[in-house]
């Protein structure tokens, strides 16, 4: 269920173009490679809005996984986390406990969440797919005031 902001569990059954998409990703050559994927499928569907994030929240009480998937536009970084941590557990390549959900702040008072990808045993990544359109890389996230468009380099 979506309705759990802090921990959602993983669906034993996905909806049916949502399974199609993890058995593609399962074909990854391995979890770098996953993960990079489905960053870039999630990052190209979905995106955070400031503005959005406070009025949209009504929004922290879907329940249905079928519903969010068929959506493109905005989500909360907490919606956009599910759907990670979904696609990348059952692609295969990662496990429950290699993907995990940190909190922060935004401009000093907005919580924000963002992921932990553990790649190998001594490599873990930051994931912050709302923090995407606002130039955050994967490898960061948004944090104080890390949350500003920056300048595209030629």
Known sequence: MLIN?????????LPKSMEIVAKKLSNSTG??????RTYDL??????????KTF????DFFTDNLESVWNRTGFLHCMTLNYLMR?????????????????WTT?????????????????????VDLWGRVYGIPLGDY?????????????
């Open 5 to 13: 902001l802090f921990l959602k569990e993983i669906p034993l059954d």
């Open 31 to 36: 979890k770098k490679e996953c993960l990079e």
């Open 42 to 51: 999630l990052g190209n569907k979905y995106r955070g809005y400031r503005i």
């Open 55 to 58: 009025i949209r929240s009504f």
């Open 86 to 102: 979904v696609l990348l557990i059952k692609s295969g390549h990662f496990k429950e406990e290699d993907v995990r959900q940190r």
């Open 106 to 126: 935004i401009w000093l008072f907005s919580p924000h969440q963002y992921l932990e990808v553990r790649l190998g045993r001594d490599k873990i990544i930051n």
């Open 142 to 154: 948004a944090h104080g005031f890390n949350s500003m468009p920056r300048a595209k380099l030629s």
